[in-house]
């Protein structure tokens, strides 16, 4: 029996493609069928020696309409992007983006600083980041040479 590597990106490359083909096929239904689109905006999380750094995608969204909590180690970022209301939907030839509100929850894998969190948004991306608590942080340990 041979193993086979399992890399877990070839969810996410289905989950795109089921997606495209769902769009593909319900794209010339009327809209009152199929209902408005869920948007989830994407994001990165990764982390350095000192802190856990979140990057959302909020393209078009207006940070006054954004709200970022933490609260028990989970990190929820909600907010609306709204419709532009100087374009008659009536108009649209294709209408691919989606508006409404959002709701993205991160539990974070290590504690942090609550009260020293930053944020800032710049280019439709939301920026977050989170410092790590002194006990989350890695620590050196020396080892002691055994006695002979």
Request: aromatic share 8%; proline share 5%; net charge negative.
């Amino acid at each position: 029996m041979n193993l086979i590597r399992w890399n877990p990106r070839d969810f996410s490359v289905l989950h795109n493609q089921m997606n495209r083909l769902f769009e593909d096929v319900l794209q010339d239904w009327p809209s009152d069928l199929t209902g408005p689109a869920a948007w989830n905006p994407v994001a990165d999380i990764y982390e350095t020696d000192d802190e856990l750094i979140v990057k959302a995608e909020l393209p078009g969204v207006d940070p006054k309409m954004v709200d970022v909590r933490l609260e028990n180690n989970v990190l929820t970022i909600r907010g609306e992007r709204q419709f532009e209301q100087n374009i008659e939907k009536e108009n649209y030839h294709r209408m691919e983006r989606s508006y409404g509100s959002f709701s993205r929850s991160f539990t974070l894998p290590t504690n942090v600083e609550a009260d020293k969190i930053r944020a800032d948004f710049k280019d439709g991306v939301l920026n977050i980041t989170l410092p790590k608590a002194e006990s989350a942080k890695a620590k050196k340990i020396e080892i002691a040479a055994a006695a002979a």
